[in-house]
């Protein structure tokens, strides 16, 4: 390792060696509790390659009181959150930037966050595994696409996310959770097998918009992460992951029962976010949209004054996604 992650190791050392005592004290409270908790009411999965407007979907449907969500503090602290949360929550709170560092989206601990990041948490069966070991990035890439995988790995894996979301849902009181997790874009089949009858937004943007706001994500976010140096082309693996995710989400979306799938763009949610959600809520059946547009509209007006970054491809990478992805282009609408 070298030594200029030390600090770094020590820290990540010295937060799991306190939060064992917790784990256990967790582990024999409540395990028996969260195995029999019943998810009854079917989640709602919001998928779309990062950077495609995935956390502001989030962020404002969950203005909708009635919904459960995984918040940044669960996310980071998943096996000890229910009894050690508030203990932990100030040296997380240390730990992490106040807003994220690609695009100034405000990180606070209870704002809803990735579950994949309590999956690597909890398991090495997570591509973000590989933001701490980025030199071995494309071995973890694999764990976006479980059919190649052993069956072993495959049962742990969804062992694993049923219990995480059966802990969520306890602490929750029951509440429907709103999950999302833009590797799920490729398990929808996974998906399936566990939540029959779940629901799936989809939100798309621009691929050209997507790709460059991604690298930058890559650059600006990933370093954070680190405890060794990268060593990857990373236009080229962002290209070849995007191709596999959107091929496999073409691949499986039939699979998902009718009106159990809508599909919005990000361009739309920007520009009208009000009958976007209101959309989504007639497009999914889901009740409870009245009861809560008002804390829609609040949450929107506080969003007014973010502005996007602003993005410049050269030609030569224009042309380039414009080869590699042109089928996804096709297919999601987008002509340039």
Known sequence: MNLCFLPRAIFVTFVTLTSLPFVIFERIRYSK??????IDKPPIFIVGHWRGGTSYLHMLLTQDKSFAYVSNLQAVAPAVFISGGNFFRPL???AIP????MDNFALELDNPSEDEFALANLTPYSIYNGLSF????KHYARYCFFEALPQKIVAKWKNTYIFFLKKVTFF???KRLVLKNPVNTCRIKLILELFPEAKFIHIHRNPYEVFASTLRMYRMMFPFFYLQKAAMNQEEFI?????GIYNKYF?????IPSGHLIEVSYDDLLQNPLNTVRHIYEGLSLKGYKESEKAFISFISTQKNF??????LSDETREKIASRWKIVIKKLGYTH
Do not use: C, D, F
């Open 92 to 94: 997380i709170r240390h």
């Open 33 to 38: 509790k969260i195995k029999q908790t019943i």
């Open 98 to 101: 106040q807003k994220r560092r």
């Open 251 to 255: 691949e499986e979306r039939a699979m």
């Open 239 to 243: 290209i070849n992951l995007y191709l």
């Open 172 to 174: 929750s009181k029951g």
């Open 307 to 312: 502005k996007t970054n602003t993005h410049v």
């Open 134 to 137: 980025p030199q071995n990035m």
